[in-house]
Structures are given as structure tokens and as C-alpha cells.
């Protein structure tokens, strides 16, 4: 009986727990609100910021991209064009990406990436050339039930996925896209943390990467995975918008 009640008060007081954890953190990044993905970890090592990252406009601000149809959504980067340093990483190996602090909005992630016809340093990723590598499955969206409180307590700073074996060797743009959902019942509420970095793929394999897709264009800003109220009914299931993912 004892450790049934004691299993029963850690079910129902975790999430509140949460919840308080995620008030104090709110409180501490209201100053700093929202991200930036300034690095890559390649060969477990996180590069220095903006090395391997192209320096996005809101490398200060933080600021979100929330057109889906603006040239930002590509890299972010219309302000100062930056390019980056391309860094080796082993097809098969594993890469992250890595935020500035914790992604603590409500929301999914995406990554897509792009073959560069040859360097990739000075492309700028335009036309049908982007396939979706990696999508994060269905958000526990009963934490963020009180409006007001839509932060994660316990959020990564990173997302990691293993290069594919069979990705073609090759210089590569890879797109991080982090969707945040606090704010998306409306057309342009939903906030895109956006970040490009640049490898260079290396023995890789022969498989062909799709479906391709042009970015800006993938999205149109009212799929469910974008236009969606998360507070009420709290979804159960989520859909990620753009393609299938590379398999
Ligand atoms: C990419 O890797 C290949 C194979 O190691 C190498 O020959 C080439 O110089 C690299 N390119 C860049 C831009 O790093």
C-alpha cells in the first residue's frame, strides 16, 4: 500500500512540480526570451558559435521567423549573408545542434538538409533541393495547459541524429527548424527558431535523398501542425508539417 501511495503522489505531483520548475525558469529567460542555434556537435564536440553556423539576423534578438513564405525561413540570414566554415562530419557518425540554452517553448523540430551543387559556402539553397532528415514525434501538450505558463522545465539544449550511411558524399546545408507552439491557434502565431550549418559529408553512400522540396515553400502556414491550439482540446496526436522524412 505505502508504495502504492507513494507512486500515486509522484504520478500526480510530478507534473506540478514541473510546472512550478517551468514558472522559475520563465522568470529567469524573460530577459533572454527564445533561442538561437549557434552550433554544430560534430564528432561529440560542440564548434564554437557561428563557426559552423551561418549567424542568423537574430543572433541578438532572438526574434523568431514567423512567415513561413519570408526568404528568412530558408537560413535566416538576409541581414548580414553570412557564410560559415564548413566542418568534415562521417556519414553514419552522429550531429546535433545545438541552442544557446534550453528550447523551452512548446513545440516540435525539423531538420531538413541540402546538396550543394558545389561549394556550399557561397549557396544559397535555393530550388527544390531540400529532403527532411529528421522530425520530433507528439509533444506531451497536457503540460502546457495554463496559458500562461508554456515553458518546458526539462528541455534539451540539442537535438542529435545520425548522418546517413547511404547520404552521398558531399558539402550540405542542414537546416534546423524548432516550431514553437505556445501562441499558434491563429495564421502567423507559430514562431520558427531557424539555423543553417554547413558540413561536409564524408564516405558517404549512393542513396538518393527525397522528397525535395523548396524552402521558402514547403509550407503554407495553415497546416495542422502550424495552425493548431495546443491549450484546448489539449491535442493527443500532432502532425508535422512539410514532407515524409528520408528513410
Ligand atoms: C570534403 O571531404 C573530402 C574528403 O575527405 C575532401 O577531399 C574535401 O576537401 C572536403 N571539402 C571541404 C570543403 O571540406
Same mark, same amino acid.
Given at each position: 500500500m505505502t508504495i502504492r501511495n507513494s507512486s500515486y503522489l509522484n504520478r500526480t505531483l510530478a507534473p506540478e512540480m514541473r510546472l512550478l520548475a517551468s514558472l522559475v525558469l520563465s522568470l529567469g529567460t524573460i530577459a533572454s526570451a527564445h533561442y538561437i542555434f549557434p552550433s554544430l556537435v560534430a564528432n561529440g564536440v560542440a564548434t564554437s558559435e557561428w563557426t559552423n553556423v551561418r549567424r542568423t539576423n537574430n543572433y541578438y534578438s532572438r526574434e523568431p521567423v @514567423?512567415?513561413?513564405?519570408?526568404?528568412?525561413?530558408?537560413?535566416? @540570414?538576409?541581414?548580414?549573408g553570412a557564410t560559415a566554415s564548413t566542418i568534415d562530419v562521417a556519414a553514419g557518425s552522429q550531429l546535433g545542434i545545438q541552442a544557446n540554452g534550453p528550447m523551452y517553448h512548446a513545440g516540435v523540430v525539423n531538420v531538413y538538409m541540402a546538396k550543394a551543387p558545389g561549394d556550399v559556402s557561397t549557396w544559397d539553397g535555393s530550388g527544390n533541393v531540400w529532403f527532411k532528415k529528421s522530425s520530433s514525434g507528439t509533444p506531451d501538450f497536457r503540460f502546457y495547459r495554463w496559458r500562461k505558463i508554456h515553458h518546458l522545465p526539462c528541455i534539451e539544449h540539442s537535438i542529435t541524429f545520425t548522418v546517413p550511411k547511404s547520404l552521398p558524399s558531399g558539402q550540405y546545408l542542414v537546416r534546423m527548424e524548432s516550431i514553437a507552439l505556445h501562441d499558434s491557434a491563429f495564421v502567423g502565431g507559430a514562431q520558427f527558431y531557424i539555423a543553417c550549418g554547413q558540413i561536409n559529408v564524408t564516405g558517404g553512400g549512393s542513396g538518393s535523398p527525397g522528397p525535395l522540396v523548396a524552402i521558402p515553400g514547403v509550407y503554407s502556414g495553415t497546416e495542422p501542425g502550424i495552425l493548431i491550439d495546443i491549450y484546448y482540446p489539449i491535442p493527443t496526436t500532432y502532425v508535422q508539417p512539410g514532407p515524409v522524412v528520408w528513410r
Open positions: @514567423t512567415n513561413v513564405k519570408s526568404i528568412d525561413f530558408r537560413c535566416y @540570414t538576409s541581414e548580414a
